[in-house]
């Protein structure tokens, strides 16, 4: 019986998350040529086809959406038995504070990874809307880590990247030509909810809120039913959602900030290095220094 190298394994899971191989390989720091040889050499050895290539990207196969399951598992099993050897000495607790736009997207992988490279880590997240309570708590002591969304150029934190605060509305419904303009957002102290109302108070647009909730999952249903319009970061549009370029007044930009208290322990600082070093706020960082070579003036 053959064996499954782990790294052709763990380029199959990238691969199949991302769905295009320009992207994975960015998220693996290697060339696209390399991916591509990797899941032709995986294939050879599972004796089927994973995927199919097309124009716009790559899908599974049957038989992929098989090994996808089984080589996630393996992957899990293979980092904690493995970290619990390399990393058995690194322990404490871990508090660590953000949105829950990073906690349910970006940082999903890094945790898990996290989690499982640590085992005798205690990691404990806490969500919140207010960028800048999250940013106090660990100025007090009481989070070691905050990733946060705060304002372009504010003061404090490690930037690693910038986006823009973008409206949007579903797809299959008009809520942004009602009048007075509905919308869907975080409940009082949300940095969304704040940059909206100034933006529609400067402009002297009517509004109210129509809908609100303490969870993204929430804001983002309410806009795909039609009860409003949302305010998202730009990077964060997903399906079923478009931005309303036109009509409303601009919104702000905002840098993805990372705080750390003065303080921290080993594993906090792994944690810490994890995020930095992650392919995705790496390209993100790099976008922003860009963007300030390039700013007139």
């Known amino acids: 019986m053959r064996d499954l190298p782990i790294t052709l394994l763990r380029t199959f899971v990238v691969v199949a998350e991302t769905l295009n191989l320009t992207v994975a390989a960015g998220r693996l720091h290697r060339a696209p040529s390399t991916i591509s040889m990797q899941l032709s050499r995986l294939e050879e050895l599972v004796m089927a086809e994973l995927l199919e290539r097309g124009q716009y990207g ?60 640590y085992p005798e880590a205690r990691l404990e997240v806490l969500c ?52 007075p303009l509905p919308l869907a957002v975080f409940v009082e102290g949300c940095y969304h909810r704040d940059s909206a109302r100034q933006a529609l108070e400067r402009t002297e647009k009517s509004y109210r809120i129509a809908f609100t909730s303490q969870s993204r999952a929430g804001v983002l249903a309410a806009v795909r039913a039609g009860i409003g319009v949302g305010v998202i970061p730009r990077k964060t549009l997903e399906a079923g959602m478009v931005v309303v370029e036109e009509g409303l007044p601009p919104l702000p930009r905002t840098d993805t900030t990372l705080f750390v208290a003065e303080r921290v322990n080993e594993a906090t600082a792994r944690l810490v290095h994890t995020i930095e070093e992650s392919p995705q706020f790496t390209r993100a960082k790099m976008d922003t220094e860009d963007w300030h070579r390039r700013r007139p003036g």
């Open 58 to 117: 790559v899908r599974l196969t049957p038989a992929g959406e098989q090994l996808r399951s089984h080589a996630q598992q393996l992957l899990n099993l293979h980092d904690r038995i493995l970290g619990s050897f390399q990393n058995a000495d690194i322990a404490g607790k871990v508090r660590f504070g953000t949105h829950d736009q990073y906690a349910t997207r970006s940082l999903t992988p890094l945790l898990e990874a996290f989690v499982l490279n």
């Open 128 to 179: 919140d809307h207010r960028p800048h309570y999250l940013a106090s708590l660990v100025k007090e002591g009481k989070l070691d880590i905050a990733l946060v969304e705060m304002p372009v150029l504010s003061e404090g934190g490690l930037r690693l990247g910038r986006d823009e605060l973008v409206w949007v509305r579903s797809e299959v419904h008009a809520a942004h030509l009602r009048e």
